[in-house]
């Protein structure tokens, strides 16, 4: 595996790479040691190291900050999620910035009706976010639900307030995933 790091403003980026596939995303390190120590860990191997630009990481503090950004054809390293669970990924991954979709349509557009409590357990896993949009998982009375295990949690409205004021970006997403 491989640590890309970049610095953004005040705080560092990170991705874990496993054979040129996005494996892992962390947007908010306090400093380059501390994203190579978090990152080392996720990864529970031997690693190597780069800073530079990296276009995974330029997409993800584009969508962090709420700036504009083209999101390349990524390549997604599933190991570690079910084939259902994967599906949910990838079916997520097709939502438009900006728009919001709800545990059980997420479900149902997957492939498997019925399952919202199943979504909302992969969506605790995914480790890609935000390329991969958990935060445009809502309740389907309308309400946020939770983000990053907790519920209300500021962030998840910053990121869709951020993509509404700037909705012009689905022109720059690339639908295809791997």
């Known amino acids: 595996m491989k640590i890309v790091v970049s610095k953004n403003e005040d705080k560092w980026a990170g991705i874990l790479l496993n054979k040129e596939k996005l494996y892992y995303t962390h947007s908010s390190f306090e400093n380059k040691k501390d994203a190579v120590s978090y990152l080392s860990k996720i990864a529970g191997e031997d690693v190597s190291v780069?800073?530079?630009?990296?276009?995974?990481?330029?997409?993800l503090i584009g969508i962090d900050n709420?700036?504009?950004?083209?999101?390349?054809?990524?390549?997604?390293?599933?190991t570690g999620f079910t084939e259902k669970e994967a599906k949910v990924l990838q079916t997520l991954f097709e939502v438009?910035?900006?728009?919001?979709?709800?545990?059980?349509?997420?479900a149902k557009k997957a492939g498997f009706p019925g399952a919202a409590q199943f979504v909302g357990n992969v969506m605790m896993k995914n480790r890609f976010g935000p390329v991969i949009p958990c935060h445009r998982v809502i309740l389907s009375n309308g309400k946020l639900g939770k983000f990053a295990?907790?519920?209300?949690?500021?962030?998840?409205?910053?990121?869709?307030?951020?993509?509404?004021r700037t909705k012009g970006l689905d022109k720059f997403i690339s639908s295809n995933i791997h």
């Open 96 to 106: 438009p910035v900006g728009d919001t979709i709800s545990y059980g349509e997420l």
């Open 66 to 78: 709420g700036t504009d950004y083209d999101l390349p054809n990524i390549e997604f390293d599933f």
């Open 50 to 59: 780069e800073e530079k630009e990296h276009p995974y990481i330029k997409a």
């Open 149 to 164: 295990g907790q519920a209300n949690n500021p962030r998840k409205k910053q990121l869709l307030d951020q993509e509404k």
